[in-house]
């Protein structure tokens, strides 16, 4: 092992090769506090061949690599495990925009660039590069690859996979894999660079990518609406799409029992309506047109929904700082989760038109389970993708809860691989859902991945543990 | 073999095992009569357990599988070799629109259902099923999964890849996957869709998909506008993004000769110009809006395109009639291609930005090393992929100005690959390109596709002589 640390000193610096428990610290621990490990050693390549030479030098001695870039996974997917047998690579120095080409309208960019950096000089060349998600302050790019990462903007742009043109990957052996083409079309063999992309880390590292960016919305109307239900709002949904198309960049739909929370929890967070409303949706369309022609054709969607019965209540945005507000209340929800005490979580998706009545199937099941359990139900409606959160029975403790947990897990994913329907929509599998891929995927699904795996990474050196049970 | 086709005739019924020559012809040849090979059997299941049963029967023969849609393919791909020693498997009788689901906005369709039956279905439903090319008369879903087809709304939609969330394959040994998932969103492991998708029948045969669909534009504006030349297009394109965003969904370029090849070739078709232009795009926009709203801002685009000394004409079809023409012209081109002569074929991409150096540079080289050969140029300058056919010199005669063929299309995908762009855009390798894959790919990437190629066909029985050399 002196004999690694050393050649990894000398590919990256010594200054670069953290082994002081104290220095390492931050790489070991999920922001959550939920996942921790240790490492070997903590390794902060500066460029491409020093990650080359980092993971020649790796697997040379046969000693498993962890990928890291801003470390929000939220299934435990870029911290190491407790057998402080393997290396943490963090990605963090490489956080370079590369090159912006405002004409082909890409931008290639270091995989530690975290993401809000990309959005920034995407502005800044009068374009967009739409992800939008929570921790977009501190995830990086090549976590957003790593986790195929979804958020807010999905509807209209596409996941991180829609979004992305080219990569730069270090295989497991060292050798880099140059795919950074800023092609729009390419049918010259198999999918490289998809295989990557949602792989977390476990066949490669990836070290640089070409993204796609659009032009720049100049109008933006917002509309905080109230409903009945999921199923009044996908047919609110359904109306909107016929009559707004593209426009519509986000549908985002939270139960009642979730708007109580945060205006419970979240200071100066409010709604526009006279009462709580049972369910509500924060719909967001966006154009290149001004802002009066796009709130008409929002006020007319929404008046035709109310004539149909779909909406009991809608405001539409007056200017920037109530459409502020309204986001606000979306955004608050992690916060107000957070400080409302533990929740079982489940990132769900269904097909589309099944999640109006998953949620009502799910509620009544979990309910005659443990009866009073409360679900705080929000999230990307349009993709079919909710974050079904559970929280405890008033009466209950929250360690007796959590008691609970496996089985109500068991529960609600059952149900969803009943439906075809994904126990992981945007956050990955990670540690937190590993054990219960053979419960989700059918058996040939699973030895088909395994045996790419294989295939890729034949001394099973990259981020162990995740991902992928029993390779 | 006699054993074998027992089993096929089992599996599939007599009357669907073509072994007379008469019978088999039309799947030996390819449509435009370049390709053409012998089989031991035509095989035409009706049901995807069908087709397990026939690749079980084939693999434990090791006898080599040649999937077969439409037949279209313009690179060989669907044809087989001369050996006699594989078996043509053609999805034509598996044809059916599964399902479609106008909430979720998708279709579930069987691998042989012809793409303009596609489109006719989404319509019906209405909504729009985007992709659109040549053959799509002919061409079926699952051939052009198989080549991850593009055509004339990619800008707007995506290639075939993009439009896909689900697939159903039958691997080479008779085992079905089944990833007929119709979600959104789905992180949970490898993207083993992306790998099939585009792999020319390599690894599997495609059963079935699952493809998105859209809301139905309520308004097209389409303008043929003239341009100095490339360089003047891609300005063009900038602007009108940024003036129509997601509206612009077709953004076609042809050059002057082209022009002049289709209006002498094809009766009936003319420019709205009083002189033939340097070169011409023809552009479309689609929205959910009126149609005079959305020609107003095609109009002012090109106002202010003028303004800026980018357009010297331009044409806003006042009518569907006008637009068809407009469209007509278009789409004659491959009919004029065929009618005017032989033509060296490029179907190549390059960054969108670098097209118009492209196009001037390559003009320049090809004319220095044939004088007088003559380009003609069109294509999707929006995805910056253009058809770069090159024709003989008018004093030369075809057979003379084939012998220079391997030399000429050397040229022109050497400069491609130091461009870092892609020999075959849309079209795939096939037989055609195959033996160049080792001249435009790195060895390593190279290497990483036979190594899955391995993986996923241990025995090479899958579309053999087909895309990847060596394996």
Known sequence: MTELISRLQNAVGAAHVLDAVEDQAPYLRDWLGKYHGTALAVVRPGSTAEVAAVMAACAAARVAVVPQGGHTSLSGGATPDASGQAIVLSLSRMNRIRKIDPIGQTVVVDAGAVLAKVQDAARDAGLLFPLSLGSEGSCTVGGNLAANAGGVAVLRYGVMRELTLGLEVVLPDGRIWDGLRALRKDNTGYALRDLFIGSEGTLGIITGAVLKLFAQPTARATAFVAVADAAAALKLLRLSRSHCGDRLTAFEFLTSATLDMIL????????????????????????????????????????????????????????????????????????????????????????????????????????????????????????????????????????????????????????????????????????????????????????????????????????????????
Chains 1, 2 share one sequence.
């Open 264 to 471: 419970r929890q979240i200071p100066d967070t409010r709604l526009p309506f006279d009462a709580l409303p049972s369910a509500a949706v924060l719909i967001e369309l966006s154009d290149i047109s001004d802002e009066p022609t796009l709130a008409a054709r929002l006020e007319t969607t929404l008046a035709d929904a109310m004539a149909e019965g779909l909406v009991s209540d809608a405001v539409v945005a007056q200017d920037g700082t109530q459409a502020k507000a309204f986001w606000r209340v979306r955004e608050s929800v992690s916060e107000a989760l957070v400080r409302e005490g533990k929740a079982l979580k489940h990132d769900i998706a269904v097909p589309v038109a099944e999640i109006a009545d998953f949620v009502k199937v799910m509620d009544a099941a979990v309910d005659a389970a443990l009866p009073g359990i409360r679900p705080m139900v929000f999230g990307h409606l349009g993709d079919g993708n909710l974050h079904y959160n559970l929280m405890r029975p008033l009466a209950m403790t929250e360690d007796a809860f959590y008691g609970h947990g496996p089985r109500i897990t068991r529960l609600v994913h059952d149900e969803i691989t009943r439906r075809r329907g994904s126990i992981s929509a945007e956050h990955g599998i990670g540690q937190l859902r590993m054990s219960e891929m053979p419960l989700c995927k059918p058996p040939l699904e699973l030895e088909l991945m395994q045996q790419l795996k294989r295939t890729l990474d034949p001394h099973g050196l990259m981020n162990p543990g995740k991902l992928l049970p029993n390779v």
